[in-house]
């Protein structure tokens, strides 16, 4: 069994995890070309080369507040990976941003720039790509998520957190306080 990270992007973050945590393949994929619909199709290709059958996958959800130009080309390739992982009957974990952030530093608002000290600090592991490095946490996630049992104690209180966030999202939810209704309201 392979625990698996996937950071989509134009250079796509790509990891995998051996049973026993250990780095197999760490690796940032960039398609061919610069043009797309190409550069999509020969991405998307290359990131489900290198998954295998039972790989536990965990992929980077989508950033809602992100703006600029590249923002149809992430959605494009998000779901372009997500369509084809699902066509191949490879299931995958969504996992947010800010959980990534939050299981990495112990806060989902870490700037990209301040993680490579704590994923060091925590696993030991570093690489001069933040798409891998983000990859790296997703698949330390699923790791986590499959062996919480046995990690129990290795685990911060934060990692447990979104551990539990991830497994059960409904839970995690905060109830939203309830709106007075106002004089005229329909409710």
Do not use: C
């Not at 996992?95 to 993680?115: D, R």
């Amino acid at each position: 069994m392979r625990y698996v990270g996937i950071d989509p992007s134009t250079k796509t973050g790509f990891v995998a995890l051996s049973g026993a945590g250990e780095v197999l393949r760490a690796k940032e994929l960039t398609g061919i070309g610069d043009k797309d619909p190409k550069r999509i199709t020969t991405l998307v290709q290359e990131v489900v080369q290198h998954i295998k059958p039972g790989d536990v996958i965990g992929i980077e959800g989508f950033s809602y507040n992100s703006q600029g130009r590249g923002i149809g080309f992430q959605f494009g390739l998000g779901y372009a990976i997500r369509i084809a992982m699902y066509s191949r009957n490879h299931s995958y974990t969504e996992i947010t941003p800010g959980q990534l952030k939050k299981f990495a530093t112990g806060s989902g608002n870490t700037a990209k720039a301040e993680m490579p000290g704590p994923i060091a600090e925590n696993w030991g592991y570093s690489h001069p790509s933040d798409n891998v490095l983000d990859a790296y946490v997703l698949a330390r996630i699923m790791f986590s998520i499959r062996n919480r049992e046995q990690l129990t104690f290795s685990l911060t209180d934060y990692q447990k957190e979104v551990i539990d966030m991830i497994i059960n999202p409904a839970a995690a939810k905060k109830p939203k306080a309830k709106r007075k209704a106002k004089r005229g309201d329909k409710r």
